[in-house]
């Protein structure tokens, strides 16, 4: 079957402009979450979703980052006012409760 | 300081050698203890998982976790060039979410033939 899927692959921002990045998870996974991956760095949590509720934002790195999944299936994480910090691959997963953590193969992310 | 610690590597074996990772970590909270394997440009995937201290074997791969040292360590027995890879350790504990992984920053595995 299908895997979590994210789009785009790649994505190049100039400094000050809104991003919009697309996860498809594994269907019939409640639960999903995001990830941000710095080159040469492990992933580090960004916010869960449990169905449509956001459960926990607390990795979310400003209030310029913002997730939403408003029917429980996709889900977009939006990044207003790229800096270039915020390059990054952007990795989503996904799980059924408390099982495996499913992950896509991310968004780079290059903000110049 | 990051709550879980790793060596980044590289870390070069020649092809049928035993491939030797580990990582520390500082939360005594922390229960459960995975360890990933990601290829270059694609997502990490889970190779084992253990709750607590104690050994678990899967095939080629061996996973040991010592609470008392807050020492984790990954085994691969008769290395391939296909286990060339980049090596996360992550580790949670109860009271966060279930998502709310802790990882390393990776240790890179270089099988040479």
């Known amino acids: 079957g299908a895997g979590v899927s994210q789009s785009p692959r790649y994505k190049v921002a100039k400094r000050g402009q809104d991003v919009a990045l697309r996860c498809d998870p594994i269907s019939g996974h409640v639960s999903l979450f995001w990830y941000q991956q710095a080159l040469g760095q492990g992933p580090e949590f960004l916010t869960y979703f449990q169905n449509e509720a956001q459960l926990d934002k607390s990795g979310l790195p400003s209030d310029r980052f913002f997730a939403e999944r408003p029917e429980g299936s996709v889900s977009t994480l939006k990044i207003q006012r790229t800096q270039q910090e915020d390059s990054a691959v952007y990795l989503c997963?996904?799980?059924?409760?408390?099982?495996?953590?499913?992950f896509g193969p991310g968004t780079r992310l290059t903000v110049l | 300081q990051k709550e879980v610690e790793q060596d980044p590597g590289p870390l070069s074996v020649p092809e049928g050698a035993i491939v030797s990772l580990n990582c520390t970590y500082s939360?005594?909270?922390?229960?459960?203890f995975m360890w990933y394997r990601q290829y270059s440009r694609k997502g990490p995937e889970l190779l084992m998982y253990?709750?607590?201290?104690g050994n678990k074997e899967d095939g080629r791969f061996t996973a040991q976790v010592d609470k008392s040292s807050k020492y984790i360590s990954l085994f691969i027995r008769d290395s391939q060039p296909s286990d060339s890879a980049t090596y996360l350790c992550a580790s949670r504990a109860p009271t966060d979410s279930w998502g709310k992984l802790q990882f390393g920053a990776g240790t890179q595995v270089v099988v040479t033939p």
């Open positions: 939360n005594s909270a922390f229960q459960y």
């Open positions: 253990t709750y607590s201290s």
């Open positions: 997963a996904s799980s059924s409760p408390a099982d495996t953590q499913y």
